[in-house]
Nanobody
Framework: QVQLVESGGGLVQAGDSLRVSCAISGRTSSIVFLDWFRQPPGKAREFVARIRWNGAGPYYSDSVKGRFTISKENAENTMYLQMNGLKPEDTAVYYC????????WGQGIQVTVSS
């Protein structure tokens, strides 16, 4: 089992920056890569970014490329999503996940961007 706990969400204005975190615990030896997903209000959950367990190979959706940065702090078993230049359309519940298809999910954290 892998446990994932998100933190750091909140309400910001358009153009602001915010960093969300994902604390990872449990059977981390089974993890190959980690993902961020998000679910905007009234819409389906969508992929945001991916990083390998060793911190290599970040990959982003087109909608966030150039604005968001995924990273991992190995010593702390924590993954981050640094979000810059936030837009109202980035408003969503953000989830960290691992496995493919995603098997383990965090509880989600709300990010709201006002215009």
């Amino acid at each position: 089992q892998v446990q994932l706990v998100e933190s750091g969400g909140g309400l910001v204005q358009a153009g602001d920056s915010l960093r969300v975190s994902c604390a990872i615990s449990g059977r981390t030896s089974s993890i190959v890569f980690l993902d961020w997903f998000r679910q905007p209000p009234g819409k389906a959950r969508e992929f945001v970014a991916r990083i390998r367990w060793n911190g290599a190979g970040p990959y982003y959706s087109d909608s966030v490329k150039g604005r968001f940065t995924i990273s991992k702090e190995n010593a702390e078993n924590t993954m981050y999503l640094q979000m810059n230049g936030l837009k109202p359309e980035d408003t969503a519940v953000y989830y960290c996940a691992t496995g493919w298809p995603p098997q383990y999910w965090g509880q989600g954290i709300q990010v709201t961007v006002s215009s």
